[in-house]
């Protein structure tokens, strides 16, 4: 993401962009943790640690997408969680950033039950 001020180039990268959205996700209540979208992407998280593990950015012109992969709280109630995480992580990076996200999609991956000790 890129943009122009008086004093020059602002360059935001989809890295960073993905760190804020991944902490906003995190967050949010009922979300256990973030997944990758595929095998592929599991293993290589378990090789090298990332911290936007789970989240991809993808920009178009002024606009920012992002794609949440989410492991949720087993009894909540799903659409709430998934509602509030995207408005959480869209609130999150239009303010840190001050670009506007044109959608911000969850994928729940899995439910997790937590540990009633």
């Given at each position: 993401?890129?943009?122009?001020?008086?004093?020059?180039?602002?360059?935001?990268?989809?890295?960073?962009?993905?760190?804020?959205?991944?902490?906003?996700?995190?967050?949010?209540?009922?979300?256990?943790?973030?997944?990758?979208?595929?095998?592929?992407?599991?293993?290589?998280?378990a090789l090298v640690r990332d911290p936007a593990h789970g989240v991809e950015v993808r920009s178009y012109e002024d606009c920012i997408v992002i794609d949440l992969y989410v492991v949720i709280e087993y009894g909540t109630r799903v659409s709430s969680v998934a509602t509030s995480v995207a408005n959480a992580v869209r609130y999150q990076v239009e303010r840190i950033i001050g670009t506007p996200v044109a959608a911000v999609n969850v994928h729940v991956q899995d439910l997790r039950v937590s540990d009633t000790d």
């Open positions: 993401m890129t943009g122009n001020s008086q004093l020059g180039r602002i360059t935001v990268s989809p890295r960073a962009i993905s760190s804020i959205a991944s902490r906003a996700a995190l967050q949010s209540y009922g979300v256990v943790g973030l997944t990758a979208k595929n095998l592929f992407d599991g293993i290589a998280h």
